[in-house]
């Protein structure tokens, strides 16, 4: 297919613009679209980003405040339009809000979790239900549920997350009725 522009060279840039209502399409080749303003997806997207953030910088002085991991200062990033590590994220927060507002629509992260973060997410979610279940239980006066819940919220803190298979990871007796080896019961 040939540009509809100039009708010499391959349309390689397909365009689609709903303008008034009405939804216009051209096929230019990249030379036409260069020029219109439409070049290459992603080939100015360092820019985009880098103008942005120096949009953010001029209204704010950032040299002094530095990522505590890599060094880097804010000026660089909305120089460069990327940042140098994960800790910049949180160290310029703040800064970034509104450019990622922009970019994103939103400034958190609503996508699917990496693989390797959910057993914790789950012991997270797995601590609280615990935990509002004990708040229940204490509020009914079940207190040998309550001695349960907390036992295994105590098991589940310090085993880091395991059983999170819906076993109960406090233990089997909650110790009452075992003596030691020996058969004297120590107190």
């Keep these: 297919m040939l540009c509809d522009k100039c009708g010499k060279r391959t349309a390689t840039t397909h365009i689609h613009a709903n303008i008034g209502g009405v ?13 219109m303003g439409y070049g290459a997806v992603f080939g100015g997207l360092n820019g985009l980003v880098g103008s942005l953030l120096e949009e953010q910088h001029a209204a704010q002085n950032q040299d002094a405040k530095r990522c505590p991991q890599c060094g880097a200062a804010f000026s660089e990033i ?11 994220y949180e160290t310029f927060a703040e800064e970034l809000a509104p450019s990622l507002q922009r970019m994103h629509g939103r400034t958190k992260h609503v996508g699917r979790t990496p693989y390797t973060r959910r057993p914790a997410d789950e012991r997270a979610e797995r601590l609280n239900c615990l935990k509002s279940q004990l708040a229940e239980a204490v509020a009914a006066e079940a207190f040998e549920k309550a001695a349960s819940l907390r036992d295994e919220i105590k098991a589940l803190e310090q085993a880091g997350g395991k059983g999170l298979d819906g076993e109960s990871t406090a233990p089997a007796d909650s110790g009452r009725g075992t003596l030691p080896e020996g058969g004297e019961e120590h107190v």
């Design 78 to 88: 909305a120089e460069s339009g990327k940042l140098g590590c994960a800790a910049c």
């Design 23 to 35: 939804t216009r399409e051209m096929n230019l080749c990249s030379y036409c679209a260069s020029v």
